[in-house]
């Protein structure tokens, strides 16, 4: 079945060895880098790569390790600079090649003016804009020492076993602060001219290749669209590319964008494979032979045979794809891509966790970091019956992973679907990707032997009669009211009703709070996707329509047109100008859609809007927002409503006034359903709670899904009042980053 494939599953031929596939699994800096016990094992990170090589990616790469001290990205964090540590990585690279084929590169990462410590450096003392210290610059002499150290750093990494590095050139990071003027205002020898700033790269490249197996990886990741002022010109990355490719380098890895820059570049919002371009466009007319890798939100195979098909690249790079299915590779190969666990590209769980010093995990993978200690296939040695009651993301997750350890499920669903709040998620402009969750759970609810029992509302007695062992509650969250004079005023509408369309929307909106919900809300109306057709029925009915509402809801909206995104957040799609912007970042998020509305997003507390989001993505919902023209109000009451519409009460001077709306969306958060635990109790029927049913917050797919799958696990042993929220833990170098964060906040 790779013959639906060919060009994905077909070998790639370097120097001196070959590679099993096109596929790279790209660097995420997961956390497990640093091991466990001050550093002293590296059981998880060997745990979680052996299970990506059983999922038969061709070439696998770590996250950042650090050549010195100076480069790490954190206190504690991972570097390779003596025998001692390469021993230690042994374990990782023998648990990858117990498996025929897959390889395993490291990658070398210097933060530079990124790190978040006192002690970074960088080509010139200039303060990154998401840094929290100003670097010092390093001497010519420390040039010649950061060298040598990436030089060691390679050579240890082969005798740990790797089958070669990739040297980190972009994002950002150090060698990228060398290479353009924007970070090295430096007259000597390593600034001033294009060559002067490029010698720093080109002579890691060339000094690794010398001192290296002439079979061992060197990938360089090269930064073909900086999207910051004063970044790299086209004519300057192709020299580079060319001068790379002279050096010694094996394969040439696509960089977009610094971290720094105010442009998503792997967010939902941005189009699948929505930067192929930039590679495309170095194959065609960059005058290199070294093959080229694309990369970035590339998360299906079917765009990545298509990438490869048209000639955008040679290899795709798929990063976080692995961390929601390390088995994507193999259900394509079988011809069974409708089984693939799709990464949604939320960022909630690897990049939001890496911010935050903690583990990196996956929203709909929350095995994912945690194989040594989350065994979803582990057969149950005491099978019970077990009712479920709620098919949203809580009850899905639960149900299908207590299935495959050979507890008897039964799922009732009051709906004529599965999903709960994800089928509102999924109509919300830039997260259509939730399509692709409800279809995983559909065939995995088929593949488990779930007895799923949809329209079907079920009382505690009825459960009881059922015969269910236990039973567990994922009945999610009903919309708060608004609690205020006119709450009942028909221009009022929940966040429920305006998402699923049962209301209509006026054209002035005031939408009452600021979290998640309250964001989504005012992307969908300030889209008007209330007004949109329904999507297009697939080209062919699956098994799994009848779970999911029927044909119409099969497929996902077209993703936006990878020209309309570039256009609307200002990036050069020629890449002819320096940085590749057409004006300053950060202004927007695509083409408007009709005429706009005039919507006002409202909260109680001063201070920024969704601040509660998540690190990764939140500053891009804002900036679209602002774009689309949302009034964000601060600082607020409310009083009432009435024909004149909302009334308001500034917190600070007590002044009153009215926002004269149509209508006035309630998102003012959610309260529990969890209405059948007493009477299960009193009837002496064991009750668990998970999801929005254990604890009404913002509409946390993340806590939901982890929450029932670690209850699905240890289902035998758990006790009810036992089942809580799991927190990735820190370990030593997060405890220590988030000390110094706190001092330096």
Same mark, same amino acid.
């Given at each position: 079945?790779?013959?639906?494939?060919?060009?994905?599953?077909? =070998?790639? $031929?370097?120097?001196?060895?070959?590679?099993?596939?096109?596929?790279?699994?790209?660097?995420?800096?997961?956390?497990?880098?640093?091991?466990?016990?001050?550093?002293?094992?590296?059981?998880?990170?060997?745990?979680?790569?052996?299970?990506?090589?059983?999922?038969?990616?061709?070439?696998? *790469?770590?996250?950042?390790?650090?050549?010195?001290?100076?480069?790490?990205?954190? =206190?504690?964090?991972?570097?390779?600079?003596?025998?001692?540590?390469?021993?230690?990585?042994?374990?990782?690279?023998?648990?990858?090649?117990?498996?025929?084929?897959?390889?395993?590169?490291?990658?070398?990462?210097?933060?530079?003016?990124?790190?978040?410590?006192?002690?970074?450096?960088?080509?010139?003392?200039?303060?990154?804009?998401?840094?929290?210290?100003?670097?010092?610059?390093?001497?010519?002499?420390?040039?010649?020492?950061?060298?040598?150290?990436?030089?060691?750093?390679?050579?240890?990494?082969?005798?740990?076993?790797?089958?070669?590095?990739?040297?980190?050139?972009?994002?950002?990071?150090?060698?990228?602060?060398?290479? /353009?003027?924007?970070?090295?205002?430096?007259?000597?020898?390593?600034?001033?001219?294009?060559?002067?700033?490029?010698?720093?790269?080109?002579?890691?490249?060339?000094?690794?290749?010398?001192?290296?197996?002439?079979?061992?990886?060197?990938?360089?990741?090269?930064?073909?669209?900086?999207?910051?002022?004063?970044?790299?010109?086209?004519?300057?990355?192709?020299?580079?590319?060319?001068?790379?490719?002279?050096?010694?380098?094996?394969?040439?890895?696509?960089?977009?964008?610094?971290?720094?820059?105010?442009?998503?570049?792997?967010?939902?919002?941005?189009?699948?494979?929505?930067?192929?371009?930039?590679?495309?466009?170095?194959?065609?007319?960059?005058?290199?032979?070294?093959?080229?890798?694309?990369?970035?939100?590339?998360?299906?195979?079917?765009?990545?045979?298509?990438?490869?098909?048209?000639?955008?690249?040679?290899?795709?790079?798929?990063?976080?794809?692995?961390?929601?299915?390390?088995?994507?590779?193999?259900?394509?190969?079988?011809?069974? =891509?409708?089984?693939?666990?799709?990464?949604?590209?939320?960022?909630?769980?690897?990049?939001?966790?890496?911010?935050?010093?903690?583990?990196?995990?996956?929203?709909?993978?929350?095995?994912?970091?945690?194989?040594?200690?989350?065994?979803?296939?582990?057969?149950?040695t005491a099978p019970l019956q077990v009712a479920v009651v709620g098919a949203g993301p809580a009850g899905?997750?639960?149900?299908?992973?207590?299935? $495959?350890?050979?507890?008897?499920?039964?799922?009732?669903?009051?709906?004529?679907?599965?999903?709960?709040?994800?089928?509102?998620?999924?109509?919300?402009?830039?997260?259509?990707?939730?399509?692709?969750?409800?279809?995983?759970?559909?065939?995995?609810?088929?593949?488990?032997?779930?007895?799923?029992?949809?329209?079907?509302?079920?009382?505690?007695?009825?459960?009881?009669?059922?015969?269910?062992?236990?039973?567990?509650?994922?009945?999610?969250?009903?919309?708060?009211?608004?609690?205020?004079?006119?709450?009942?005023?028909?221009? /009022?509408?929940?966040?429920?009703?305006?998402?699923?369309?049962?209301?209509?929307?006026?054209?002035?909106?005031?939408?009452?709070?600021?979290?998640?919900?309250?964001?989504?809300?005012?992307?969908?109306?300030?889209?008007?996707?209330?007004?949109?057709?329904?999507?297009?029925?697939?080209?062919?009915?699956?098994? *799994?329509?009848?779970?999911?509402?029927?044909?119409?809801?099969?497929?996902?909206?077209?993703?936006?047109?990878?020209?309309?995104?570039?256009?609307?957040?200002?990036?050069?799609?020629?890449?002819?100008?320096?940085?590749?912007?057409?004006?300053?970042?950060?202004?927007?998020?695509?083409?408007?859609?009709?005429?706009?509305?005039?919507l006002y997003l409202l909260q109680r507390k001063k201070g920024k809007h969704g601040g509660g989001l998540?690190?990764?993505?939140?500053?891009?919902?804002?900036?679209?927002?602002?774009?689309?023209?949302?009034?964000?109000?601060?600082?607020?009451?409310?009083?009432?409503?009435?024909?004149?519409?909302?009334?308001? $009460?500034?917190?600070?001077?007590? $002044?009153?006034?009215?926002?004269?709306?149509?209508?006035? /969306?309630?998102?003012?958060?959610?309260?529990?359903?969890?209405?059948?635990?007493?009477?299960?109790?009193?009837?002496?029927?064991? /009750?668990?709670?998970?999801?929005?049913?254990?604890?009404?917050?913002?509409?946390?797919?993340?806590?939901?899904?982890?929450?029932?799958?670690?209850?699905?696990?240890?289902?035998?042993?758990?006790?009810?009042?036992?089942?809580?929220?799991? *927190?990735?833990?820190?370990?030593t170098a997060g405890w220590l980053f988030q000390k110094l964060a706190s001092k330096s906040a």
């Open positions: 079945m790779a013959s639906a494939y060919p060009k994905l599953f077909s =070998p790639l $031929k370097l120097r001196g060895t070959t590679l099993m596939n096109r596929c790279i699994m790209g660097s995420m800096h997961s956390g497990l880098e640093e091991g466990e016990g001050w550093g002293h094992q590296l059981g998880r990170m060997s745990a979680f790569f052996e299970e990506r090589a059983k999922g038969g990616v061709g070439l696998m *790469v770590t996250g950042g390790i650090a050549p010195n001290n100076a480069g790490r990205v954190a =206190p504690m964090a991972a570097m390779m600079t003596t025998p001692a540590d390469a021993a230690r990585h042994r374990e990782v690279t023998d648990a990858v090649h117990r498996h025929d084929g897959p390889k395993i590169a490291m990658q070398i990462l210097h933060s530079g003016r990124y790190g978040y410590h006192p002690f970074n450096v960088s080509a010139s003392a200039k303060k990154a804009p998401i840094g929290w210290f100003t670097p010092k610059a390093l001497s010519a002499a420390d040039v010649e020492r950061t060298i040598d150290d990436f030089v060691r750093c390679a050579s240890l990494a082969e005798e740990a076993g790797y089958d070669g590095v990739e040297v980190m050139g972009s994002e950002g990071y150090l060698l990228n602060q060398f290479i /353009v003027q924007r970070t090295n205002k430096r007259t000597d020898e390593w600034g001033g001219s294009y060559a002067n700033r490029t010698r720093l790269p080109l002579q890691i490249v060339e000094r690794i290749r010398a001192a290296v197996d002439p079979s061992f990886i060197i990938m360089f990741r090269l930064s073909m669209l900086d999207l910051v002022e004063d970044g790299s010109e086209w004519e300057e990355v192709v020299a580079l590319a060319q001068g790379l490719e002279a050096a010694g380098v094996d394969l040439i890895n696509t960089g977009i964008g610094w971290h720094e820059a105010r442009i998503p570049t792997i967010a939902t919002c941005v189009p699948r494979g929505g930067f192929s371009w930039v590679t495309q466009k170095l194959k065609i007319s960059g005058g290199v032979s070294v093959p080229l890798v694309a990369t970035n939100r590339i998360n299906t195979p079917e765009i990545a045979e298509s990438i490869l098909t048209e000639g955008h690249a040679d290899l795709v790079s798929m990063a976080r794809p692995f961390l929601a299915d390390p088995f994507l590779l193999t259900k394509a190969k079988a011809g069974k =891509p409708e089984r693939i666990n799709t990464c949604i590209a939320c960022n909630q769980a690897c990049l939001d966790h890496t911010f935050q010093a903690r583990v990196a995990s996956c929203l709909v993978n929350p095995r994912a970091g945690y194989e040594t200690e989350l065994h979803v296939d582990v057969p149950t899905l997750a639960f149900a299908t992973v207590a299935a $495959k350890r050979g507890h008897a499920v039964t799922l009732y669903e009051a709906s004529d679907k599965i999903g709960g709040q994800f089928n509102l998620a999924k109509k919300v402009p830039g997260k259509e990707e939730f399509y692709e969750t409800l279809r995983y759970f559909a065939h995995e609810l088929i593949e488990a032997g779930v007895d799923l029992r949809l329209n079907t509302r079920v009382d505690a007695e009825q459960l009881q009669a059922s015969g269910a062992d236990r039973v567990v509650l994922a009945t999610g969250v009903s919309p708060r009211r608004l609690n205020i004079p006119g709450e009942d005023h028909p221009s /009022v509408a929940s966040y429920l009703e305006v998402l699923s369309r049962a209301k209509t929307v006026g054209e002035r909106v005031a939408i009452v709070g600021a979290g998640g919900i309250g964001f989504d809300v005012a992307e969908f109306l300030a889209h008007r996707a209330d007004t949109l057709p329904p999507p297009s029925p697939p080209s062919a009915a699956l098994e *799994v329509s009848s779970m999911l509402g029927g044909a119409e809801e099969m497929t996902p909206r077209t993703s936006p047109l990878t020209s309309d995104f570039l256009s609307g957040w200002g990036i050069d799609g020629t890449n002819e100008t320096r940085g590749g912007l057409l004006r300053a970042a950060g202004g927007g998020g695509g083409a408007q859609h009709g005429a706009a509305r005039e998540g690190k990764t993505t939140g500053w891009i919902h804002r900036a679209s927002l602002k774009k689309e023209g949302v009034t964000m109000l601060g600082g607020v009451s409310y009083e009432k409503v009435d024909d004149d519409g909302l009334h308001l $009460k500034d917190a600070k001077s007590g $002044k009153t006034s009215i926002l004269a709306v149509d209508t006035v /969306v309630v998102c003012a958060g959610q309260v529990s359903d969890a209405s059948l635990e007493k009477p299960l109790e009193a009837l002496g029927v064991p /009750v668990f709670k998970i999801g929005g049913a254990h604890l009404a917050a913002e509409l946390d797919a993340k806590r939901a899904i982890d929450q029932a799958t670690r209850l699905a696990v240890e289902f035998e042993s758990a006790q009810p009042a036992k089942v809580g929220e799991f *927190v990735a833990p820190l370990g």
